[in-house]
């Protein structure tokens, strides 16, 4: 079975042990890590679990850039050049049993997949998925992938409060590898498809 990551209109190539081909990029500069604020809108999770742990979420998205076109004197549009194409992997959001929270807000109408990962820091619940992303339990993080213009991935980058460390992807350095050089390791995340809903609540059993 193939296994894809996904976002709305361009779906990405088959995602492999290595994770040669999942596309991404990068934030210009260093956002301060506090608690992982809302990226996007109308995107709820409930925790309704049965043994009554809180639950922590890590959340994953596609963020297509910026996009900067040149007019031609007629005005009609000329070059059309789209900036710091991205993968975002961010964590944690904390919900409480029985309780929800908006991981997302203004959500970009094109997005039609988000991927999760959700656990219970005393183990009794631990999600499996099949899209393994970079990230690491019990500490927040963010980490966004590079893209390069064909869209393949680059660049592994590692945000804190503080400074940026990033680890290049080569062919003797895959995704899996750099994620691991910069202290991470893939956790299995779970794709989600909101179609397109403007406000989506997905409960997590």
């Not at 209109?9 to 301060?32: D, K, Q, W, Y």
């Not at 991935?153 to 895959?174: E, H, M, R, W, Y």
């Not at 590898?177 to 179609?195: H, K, M, S, T, W």
Request: with cysteine.
């Amino acid at each position: 079975m193939t296994t894809r990551l996904a976002h709305h209109p361009l779906t990405l190539e088959p995602f492999t042990a290595r994770l040669l081909t999942l596309s991404v990029g990068f934030l210009a500069a260093a956002i301060p890590i506090a608690a992982p604020q809302p990226a996007f809108a109308g995107l709820e999770f409930c925790n309704r679990t049965a043994d009554g742990s809180t639950l922590s979420l890590a959340l994953a998205y596609y963020n297509f850039g910026n996009i900067h076109r040149r007019f031609r004197k007629d005005g009609s549009t000329g070059l059309t050049i789209t900036v710091n194409p991205r993968w975002t992997i961010r964590g944690w959001w904390e919900i409480p049993h029985n309780e929800c929270i908006t991981a997302a807000t203004d959500r970009n109408p094109k997005l039609k997949y988000y991927y999760y990962y959700a656990h219970s820091q005393d183990t009794s619940y631990k999600d499996s998925g099949l899209y393994p992303l970079c990230g690491r339990k019990y500490s927040r993080f963010h980490i966004e992938y590079r893209l390069n213009s064909d869209n393949e991935p680059v660049q592994v980058l590692a945000f804190n409060s503080s400074s940026i460390k990033s680890v290049p992807v080569t062919s003797a350095t895959d995704l899996e590898i750099a994620c691991a050089d910069l202290g991470y390791r893939l956790l299995p995340f779970n794709q989600l498809e909101v179609g397109e809903n403007e406000n989506y609540t997905h409960e997590i059993f």
